[in-house]
């Protein structure tokens, strides 16, 4: 049963033991989640491909809606509030937009406790945290963060909830190729620009005075502007010096770095227009999100699903998952249709079980969540 935004979380009669289960706790490498980058956040979303990426990855995630799970039945629960809304400020999508990039980006991200149900102390909203905002505070031996800084306030363990990556953020692993790709885009911007001229004229006979230049000059950008004929005598000779971006090879090596980016990001090159080779067509594009999912998606879905499900936010024994198939892995209705017509012919599953999977009402209507 889908539950909406204002639900309410159902309060236990007796007060749960909450045994938390905060992160991170061992580090092993204290710049890991220490926001430290090789390169500016602002400056690489100044790169045309990584910033398709990121929004590919941060958006498509948004767009999945949270669900609660029983661990041991499978079973959809009735969802708390923060579920549908984690930040009061600040609509889901948003939130968890930030998460990804956060996790794509540095590594970590922050989400800070705001308040909680009284019934057994778990959150009941949150804030996700710029990661600029927080300094971790470490143990002597440097290997355990015991509590955070938030604009210089301290924070307890407890009250932030820290989703970790399974490696460093790409600001950090691919601050080189960022750096060179920006680069190669500041360049690219500078010489469109500043063009070249587009020409010279080579005196092969007697030296002109600079007036004579300079009404040549004008004549023949006269002659150029009107597209009409311009005449040079038998001294001169006019060479063309033009080069455009495909020229300079901007390109060519933009396509080359937007290759290694999507390396980076774990994202096919089709996906940033960097393989102009490729082809998508409708037959193989839920295979294609399929593999998506699995490949590029899966970490941020799997650090989000599997901290969100730990017991200090949510109570044992239940789970919290990302429901892909109502937004991103939902097969050809016609193709689903078909199924279900044959699990209803083999006797598999009930009418009412068939107009549940196609979102029906025994009137034929879609049904409402």
């Given amino acids: 049963m889908t539950m909406g935004i204002f639900t309410r979380a159902v309060p236990t009669q007796t007060k749960p033991t909450v045994v938390a289960q905060y992160a991170p706790q061992n580090l092993g490498d204290p710049y890991l989640f220490s926001g430290f980058a090789t390169i500016d956040r602002n400056a690489a979303l100044g790169i045309p491909s990584l910033v398709r990426a990121r929004n590919l990855i941060c958006n498509t995630v948004a767009a999945m809606p949270l669900e609660l799970y029983k661990k041991s039945t499978g079973e959809e629960l009735g969802k708390p509030v923060w579920m549908s809304q984690p930040a009061i400020n600040q609509p889901r999508s948003v939130t968890i937009a930030y998460t990804c990039e956060s996790l794509l ?29 927080v300094t ?30 399974l ?17 190669l885009e500041t360049a690219s911007a500078i010489a469109a620009a500043t063009p070249m001229p587009s020409g010279y004229i080579r005196n ?35 060479n063309a010096t033009s080069f455009s971006p495909k020229d300079m090879m901007y390109n060519e090596a933009k396509q080359d770095y937007a290759t290694q980016i999507a390396r980076l990001c774990n994202v096919d090159a089709f996906y940033l227009s960097a393989d102009a080779n490729n082809s998508m067509t409708y037959s193989n594009l839920l295979d294609s999100r399929k593999q998506f999912v699995s490949l590029t998606l899966q970490p941020f879905i799997s650090a989000i699903e599997d901290r969100l499900s730990m017991n200090d936010v949510t109570a044992q024994g239940n789970e919290v998952r990302f429901d892909l198939d109502a ?17 209803l012919g083999l006797g598999l599953i009930t009418i009412e079980q068939a107009m549940e999977m196609t979102d029906l009402t025994p009137n034929g209507s879609e049904g409402m969540s």
């Fill in 327 to 343: 937004s991103f892995l939902r097969a050809n209705p016609m193709d689903e249709l078909l199924v279900i017509e044959k699990l």
């Fill in 167 to 183: 490696s460093d953020g790409i600001l950090t692993t691919g601050g080189q190729v960022l750096r060179a790709a920006l680069d």
């Fill in 105 to 133: 980006f540095y590594g970590v991200s922050y989400w800070l406790v705001k308040s909680r149900y009284q019934e057994d102390g778990r959150p009941a909203s949150f804030e996700w945290i710029p990661n600029y905002r």
């Fill in 204 to 238: 092969s006979g007697a030296d002109l005075d600079p007036k004579e230049v300079q009404g040549l000059l004008a004549a023949w950008k006269a002659a150029r502007a009107n597209r009409s004929t311009a005449y040079l005598t038998s001294t001169l000779e006019y």
């Fill in 136 to 165: 971790p505070k470490y143990s002597p031996d440097a290997q355990t963060i015991i509590s955070y800084y938030v604009d210089r306030k301290e924070i307890s363990n407890e009250d932030m909830v820290t989703f970790q990556a």
